[in-house]
Nanobody, 120 residues
Framework: VQLQASGGGLVQAGGSLRLSCAAS????????MGWYRQAPGKQRELVAT???????NYADSVKGRFTISRDNAKSTVYLQMNSLKPEDTAVYYC???????????????WGQGTQVTVSS
């Protein structure tokens, strides 16, 4: 599985950005797609995920501001980020978890990361 992320950039506080991540390759059996982020000096953290059945999960810090969505036909996941804050500044990584069956522990795939910078 290859993941190609795009859409990062520089925005002022209160602004919006939309990230996209297109999956290619062995995309069958992808169970979960989502976004993680890593700020300088901090550990990578979950931002939002969505399962193939549409169940979403958000970090508390982004609830009500960020929206994750998937286009299964395009094997693409999006992250709409509104009301951005300086603390949202980080490198955002696309993630896909693939598992072929209940006995397969699965594997996580990562995109190359896209920088999001929010100025105050």
């Amino acid at each position: 599985v290859q993941l190609q992320a795009s859409g990062g950039g520089l925005v002022q506080a209160g602004g919006s950005l939309r990230l996209s991540c297109a999956a290619s390759g062995s995309i069958s059996s992808i169970k979960v797609m989502g976004w993680y982020r890593q700020a300088p000096g901090k550990q990578r953290e979950l931002v939002a995920t969505e399962t193939s059945s549409g169940t979403t999960n958000y970090a508390d810090s982004v609830k009500g501001r960020f929206t994750i969505s998937r286009d299964n036909a395009k094997s693409t996941v999006y992250l709409q980020m509104n009301s951005l804050k300086p603390e949202d500044t980080a490198v955002y990584y696309c993630n896909a978890y693939r598992s072929v069956n209940d006995y397969d522990p699965g594997y996580n795939y990562w995109g190359q990361g896209t920088q999001v910078t929010v100025s105050s």
